[in-house]
């Protein structure tokens, strides 16, 4: 018999709103630069046509019409023909030193993934915390900060999350099955129904078998689940309150998990992004301060390097990690539920028993993990002993101080990583008598295969086309042109320009890629340093730490929009925390560069390697002119704020 095929209603065509949607992308492409063609048209200066390629650019990043990594290869195609820098001027830009030092450790980053050290640093570290909602968050957002310092912050993220799953899956199934064994025990012996008497708790064997002994006297089971169904239907019915008070505390205990499930999994992405301002290769804006602070001032000694990055930027990240998850926790469990005082025997073990579990499976710590923990600590420490500034490092002592970077350091040890074998040598006088495996040479640590499939190139490349911005702005004269329109602003006080800019890279970076806003903002803060005579680290650098602010929304980074797939989270619980979060970050954000970073990097002074070409005169490194005062003098009728932090810091 032949199918009777019915034929479908035709919806008619699609509106032309959505037609026009559907190929949004490609009406971006094709109608920004037709549009902005009067920009050159008008004022064909090198300026004008910098700023044209940089405004379309910073259009694609931010609406993402084309991937990001593409756009960033935009300065190779557009400023040679528009005559802005030459190619081989704007290609060595995306090999810097600041993209090898990225490279570098990424790779560590990436050995360390491969062999799953992280895994076990993570779960070992869950297995001390405790079994308390409270001290769980606490416990991942403590390793996912740790991990984001030295690895990828979405690697990280995707990576703990599942963990965190596997937790509350474990822990919900707990609560509900504690809730209906409870529900049977508060049954009252002198019930009018004998059948039902008290189910002991899960774990009492002994109550257990005597309460199995009675049931079966009087013809009733509770060894399954649904006899035990059964019982408390008996009871509820006979008594509708008691029916009422377990429905009361089934909604009560289903609330307040559901708080738990958003807690623990916004937390995580908040401490991949907090973890990635920790150190130098902590994330992407990081490398880009660098890279751009180099190619502006050529090179400079401008003093950021892996241990001046760890004085400032460690300490906060600290106060923001605790800051951030008590802040969590009373927006989730309220102010009392918080702070209240656990009581004994309080928690629930479950937890513990499922991270046991995974750590279980990891097995004994194996050889490579052994030699991918020592090559990472020694390249730890050679980073924070080249230059620790506070005493004379072995960098200071090489013969051509300034040829060993940390750059340098960070490949020197990824290219050992090529090299050492995974699996203890099995040959000559290293074999073992009891080795079953003929004589040869084991797989290495790193293979390129491995490395080729894990490594973000595209970041890569995108590093490399913010520095070549950064690079055509000053060559061409648009930074100048910039600072020109940005004099008004040398009547504040910088602190208050440096909030300013912090709350603007902080907005912006909610939706745009947090890498696309430090390198729009750099060459900016740099004129404005100058029209100033303010320190540009003052400027620079509190921005591209608001610029890893990206907490309100799914779209503002990678790990916020992971976390948000594993559900539970609705747009407005990520934005009601995310507001609270970037209010608490810039706080200590500018706490800390006013305090121990203002006195760390002398910020006071306006540096003699940013003085040339500009108006600002340099005295001792010191700033002569009034505007170099980060704020208002005390002839102004003020008192100096980082001066006052500053003369304290010292004292100690």
Known sequence: MAEVQV????????????????????????????????????HNTKPVRC???IIIMGIYWMTEALPMAVTALLPIVLFPWLGVLGSKNVCTNYLKDANMLFFGGLLVAIAVEKWNLHKRVALRVLLLVGSKPLWITFGFMAVTG???????????????????????????????????????????????????????????????????????????????????????????????????????????????????????KLSIPYASSIG??????GCGPNIVLKGQVESIYKDADTGINFTSWLVIGFPAMLIDLVGAWILLMIIFFGFKATFRRSKKGEGDDSANQIIRAEYEKLGSITFAEVVVLVNFLVLAFLWVSREPEFV??????????????????????????????????????????SAEKPPGPAKPILDWPTVNKQMPWSVIILLGGGFALADACKESGLS??????????????????????????????????????????????????????VNPIYLMLPVTLAASWAYILPVSTPPNAIAHSYGDIAISDMIKAGLVMCVLCNAVLLFSINTWGYTFFDLGTFPEWASHGNNCTVTGARAATPNATLWPTEAAGATGAPDFFASTMSSF
């Open 480 to 533: 100048a042109s910039i600072g020109a329109s940005l004099s008004s602003f040398s009547n504040l006080p910088a602190a208050v320009i440096v909030a300013l800019m912090c709350i603007l890279a902080t907005i912006i970076t909610s939706f745009t890629s947090n890498m696309a806003t430090t390198t729009i903002f750099i060459p900016i803060l740099a004129e404005l340093s100058a029209t100033t005579c």
């Open 7 to 42: 034929k479908k209603p035709d919806k008619g065509p699609m509106p032309w709103y959505k037609q026009l949607w559907a190929i949004k992308d490609t009406i971006i492409i094709i109608a920004t630069p037709i549009v902005l063609l009067p920009m050159i048209i008008v």
């Open 392 to 433: 004379t490092g072995w960098g200071d002592l090489m013969r051509e101080k300034g040829f060993v970077t940390d750059a340098c350091l960070a490949i020197t040890i990824s290219v050992l990583l090529f090299i050492f074998p995974s699996q203890f040598p099995n040959y000559l006088c290293f074999r073992r008598a």
């Open 51 to 53: 700023a044209y390629t």
């Open 146 to 264: 740790f991990l984001s310092m030295w690895l990828n912050n979405t690697a990280t993220t995707a990576m703990m999350m599942p963990i965190a799953q596997a937790v509350l899956t474990e822990l919900d199934a707990n609560r509900k099955r504690q809730l209906e064994l409870k529900e049977v025990a508060v049954v009252e012996a002198d019930q009018k129904d004998p059948g039902l008497e008290m189910v002991p708790l899960k774990g009492d064997k002994a109550a257990e078998a005597k309460a199995e002994a009675a049931a079966a006297e009087d013809g009733v089971t509770n060894g399954s689940q649904g006899d035990k169904i059964e019982v408390q239907k008996s009871a509820t019915e006979t008594d509708p309150l008691q029916a009422k008070k377990a429905s009361d505390e089934h909604a009560t205990s289903d609330q307040d998990f559901m708080n738990f499930r958003k807690a623990l």
């Open 276 to 281: 990635g301002t920790g150190t130098l290769i």
